[in-house]
């Protein structure tokens, strides 16, 4: 066929001697005998079921190695795949390297594990955990240039609270992807922020967006970051920069953060203006918490139709909601709608049979109309679904204190304490139980249990202030004094200017000092000059 087509284009270009113009060459009409070699429809069908039968059964050539399918009902619950982990690889299948869509399988695979190992309990648990990181370390040796399999296991690892091990798998990441991976950047940051390495975080933060401007995920991190520092201003520049970096498609949590911003400033209008802007994008009008967000802002400030609309609106985006679902039922419970209350909690319990949040808001609710022994049934519903939330032991254990159960609630307690004994929401645990014992008489346990709370959460507001009265009871005035000090000294007091603003203001900016200092320094400098230049022809006419 190469020699014919190259004859074909050969005639084509050779001058004309007869002088009319060649005829064009025709496509050659196979005969009957030749007509078996193009496969007919049915032909063509036989063979696709031969190719499937070959790969489903493993065996000849065209096998595929190293594919691990998950059940179709494991694919619907997570999705298409794409950037399973988010650590973007962004790249074909290299020479030598197994095929993407192996590795992508595995990940999924292992991403499963890892969110369902979070509600398991006991061997499930670990065994879970356990498989997992084999399958993240496996993608690893398939192709380390994955930045997906760093994010992953980080993960994993922080979720065992393996920080050390965690940090040497980032900077392995980093190192494998030339430091151009901006996903292992952020999920390296988002980890010392969590730790409280927050000058450490800053920079990991600011090498995620040098890695890519256009990263979200970094801006919003460490926006988040500079707020919990009491920085609202750097904040606010970090969320309208990863806006303006976004493109076309910026992301609805940049608009929520500088709302939420702006309405726990007292500035509700600004508050509006970036809600309204965040549901006009793409992204924005399809995004729950966006208007869960709004509907909460409104509902703060008294406008019941206007909130009640944004609940249902965000309900439309995504039906399924157990946020909105338990949002919009307490919502209701504060006007004294019970009735609406409970219907929306049982709605949202049924969507959502294994969120244990929707039941311990509706147990709490049961309790207080009552119905205590539907209570506990919910508790206890709300613990086999994840013995890990600790708000719900904490729920049932004041529910048993109230009727009386003493007993029975200091057990309840101590099952708060064993499930997450290091977190922050333990201190509401503590708090609980040493209102408990308090209570009972039992004053020196309570201080204990006091002084754990507020080593889990220093800025817990409302165990300092159970503290200060069980000293002012006992007489302990100066005690009493030192600890209302001691929580004085925990609380951030963020003092922000009268025209602070989280509007966007192209002239201003949290680096406006910094370029202010910049140019006075040039103008420093030019003065010097002229200064030294008039010496220097001062000097000069001297010499002359």
């Known amino acids: 066929m190469p020699g014919e087509a190259a004859a074909t284009a050969e005639a084509l270009s050779a001058p004309c001697c007869s002088g009319s113009p ?8 196979p005969s009957r005998r030749h007509r078996r070699a193009f496969p007919t429809r049915r032909r063509r069908f036989s063979n696709a079921r031969r190719l499937m039968v070959m790969m489903e059964a493993g065996g000849g050539a065209m096998s595929i190695p190293n594919v691990d399918i998950p059940p179709p009902r494991v694919l619907e619950e997570i999705g298409p795949p794409v950037d399973v982990e988010g650590g973007g690889s962004g790249e074909g299948n290299a020479p030598g390297k197994p095929l993407k869509i192996n590795r992508d399988l595995l990940l999924y695979r292992c991403r499963v594990r890892r969110r369902r190992a979070e509600t398991a309990a006991g061997s499930q648990r670990s065994e879970m955990l356990r498989e997992a990181e084999e399958g993240y370390r ?11 399999s760093y994010v992953g296991l980080g993960r994993l690892m922080v979720q065992q609270r393996r920080f050390e091990e965690a940090r040497k798998v980032y900077e392995g990441g980093c190192t494998a992807t030339q430091g151009c991976n901006a996903y292992v950047w952020t999920a390296w940051a988002n980890l010392e922020a969590m730790v409280g390495s927050v000058p450490r975080a800053r920079k990991l933060y600011d ?22 520092e009491g920085d609202y201003a750097r904040a606010r520049d970090c969320w309208i920069k990863g806006i303006r970096n976004a493109g076309r498609a910026p992301s609805p949590y940049l608009f929520n953060s500088l709302a939420v ?44 139709e206007a909130a009640q609309g944004l609940f249902g609106r965000a309900l439309e985006v995504n039906p399924r909601s157990r946020y909105t679902y338990l949002a919009w039922a307490l919502f209701e419970k504060d006007q004294g709608r019970l009735d ?43 613990t086999r679904a994840d013995r890990n939330t600790q708000r719900v032991w904490q729920a049932w254990g004041v529910m048993e204190f109230r009727r009386g159960n003493v007993g029975r609630a200091r057990e ?39 002084k754990c709370a507020v080593k889990a959460d220093p800025k817990n507001e409302t165990t300092w202030s159970t503290w200060v009265q069980l000293e002012e009871r006992l007489g302990a005035y100066e005690r009493a004094n030192e600890l209302r000090n001691m929580s004085m000294q925990r609380r951030v007091e963020v003092v922000v200017p009268r025209s602070f603003t989280t509007l966007e203001d192209k002239g201003s900016t949290s680096l406006q000092p910094l370029f202010e200092k910049i140019s006075e320094w040039f103008q420093n400098f030019g003065t010097l000059s002229r200064d030294e230049s008039e010496d220097e022809q ?5 010499e002359n």
């Open 22 to 29: 060649p005829a064009p060459p025709r496509c050659p009409i």
């Open 138 to 148: 496996r993608v690893i040796s398939m192709d380390a240039t994955d930045g997906r």
């Open 207 to 228: 090498a995620a967006v040098v890695a890519d401007r256009g990263h979200q995920a970094a801006w919003h991190g460490w926006g988040m970051l500079e707020k919990r």
């Open 261 to 304: 911003l702006a309405a726990g400033l007292g500035r509700q209008e600004e508050a509006r203006e970036w809600f309204s802007k965040g549901t006009r994008t793409a992204k924005g009008a399809g995004s729950f918490a966006l208007w869960q967000a709004w509907a909460l802002m409104e509902a703060e400030n008294g406008d019941k």
């Open 340 to 382: 609406k209350a409970l219907e929306l909690l049982e709605k949202g319990h049924r969507l959502n049979r294994r969120d244990p949040a929707i039941l311990q808001a509706w147990g709490v609710l049961e309790a207080q109309m009552g119905n205590f022994d539907k209570a506990g049934r919910l508790f206890e519903k709300g």
């Open 412 to 450: 309840l307690f101590q099952e708060g304490v064993w499930a997450g004994p290091n977190t922050k929401d333990v201190a509401y645990v503590f708090q609980a139980w040493g209102v408990l014992e308090m209570g009972a008489g039992n004053t020196v346990l309570a201080r204990e249990l006091f």
């Open 538 to 542: 001062d000097v000069g006419e001297e």
